[in-house]
């Protein structure tokens, strides 16, 4: 469904396709626990986490069921973070956008309202998607704060939908934008980023 190599960018963010030579400098981002606090398999331990969280998703981009990006900083040209394409659906026209992280210096900049206006732009606008599904965990308050702002619909709370490595049972909740409201939701971005941008 996602032809490869797939780069987004505009002028503040470029997100071009992980690879493995990325570890080194993913690693200083990575390594911040307060990341993972959200997210199941925290890398922070070790750079060899780090790699084998790299093959695993390589491995998956393979499979055609997830397509992980790595997060760059256009001016600077650094490394800020990862973010993908998961849940690929071909035959439903539909996928999630996921796994997104940025390291304290990215936080709270416009990167990642950037980052994710081009992924819909492409999901909706390139691959002719009919929905874009975002999830998080119902702890996480700033995320879904920000899944709302972009104009997602909140569709509900998986109840215990994984177990985390530490044996938390996590509960996730669910968002959509579907093609319907793809228009307004553009529109809604575009005029936060312009905002942003003055």
């Not at 990006?69 to 973070?81: M, N």
């Not at 950037?114 to 732009?121: I, P, Q, T, V």
Request: glycine letters at 6%.
């Amino acid at each position: 469904m996602i032809p490869h190599p797939t780069v987004l960018e505009n002028g503040v963010v470029q997100l071009r396709p992980l690879a493995l030579n990325d570890v080194e400098a993913l690693w200083p981002q990575a390594s911040e626990a307060e990341i993972w606090k959200y997210m199941r398999g925290g890398l922070q331990d070790s750079p060899e986490r780090l790699q084998h969280w790299v093959q695993t998703a390589l491995a998956k981009r393979d499979q055609g069921i997830e397509y992980p990006f790595v997060t760059l900083d256009s001016s600077s040209r650094q490394i800020a973070g990862s973010t993908r394409f998961l849940t690929i659906d071909p035959p439903n026209r539909s996928l999630e956008i996921g796994g997104t992280w940025l390291g304290r210096e990215f936080r709270g900049t416009a990167i990642n309202l950037n980052a994710k206006y081009l992924m819909l732009c492409f999901a909706f606008e390139s691959l002719g998607c009919v929905r874009v599904q975002f999830r998080t965990d119902s702890r996480n308050l700033r995320s879904q704060q920000a899944i709302e702002k972009l104009g997602a619909v909140r569709e509900g709370v998986f109840r215990k939908d994984y177990i985390f490595p530490d044996g938390y049972q996590r509960s996730s909740v669910f968002y959509s934008v579907i093609d319907d409201d793809w228009p307004v939701v553009k529109r809604t971005i575009a005029a936060r980023l312009y905002a942003l941008s003055i």
